[in-house]
């Protein structure tokens, strides 16, 4: 799973609700194997100046992820996102399987 966050109005808001709840809420998703966020700045090799967050959070098969999100738990952490990005626009959101090449 990949999320992708545009720069938000508010940055101090944002982080302060990222890494406070958020975070730890989606800590708690069942099947969660790592969650992992981008470490500074983003540079887009395609002129994409937009973008403030990426977090990816890894689980074992797609439809461990549907299991995650139908929980109690994912159904908080749907809720939580909306805090963080109100508007769809602002936010991507992708799952997928992936292989090792």
Do not use: W
């Amino acid at each position: 799973m990949i999320v992708i966050y545009q720069t938000p109005k508010d940055i101090e808001s944002f982080e302060q609700h990222y890494f406070n709840v958020h975070i730890p809420l989606a800590k708690q998703l069942p099947g969660l194997i790592k969650y992992e966020i981008n470490d500074g700045g983003i540079v887009s090799t395609m002129g994409h100046n937009d973008v403030f967050r990426i977090a990816t959070l890894y689980f074992e098969t797609m439809d461990s992820i549907k299991t995650a999100f139908a929980s109690e738990i994912g159904q908080k952490c749907a809720a939580d996102r909306k805090v963080l990005a109100p508007d769809n626009e602002t936010v991507q959101i992708y799952l997928c399987d992936t292989k090792e090449v």
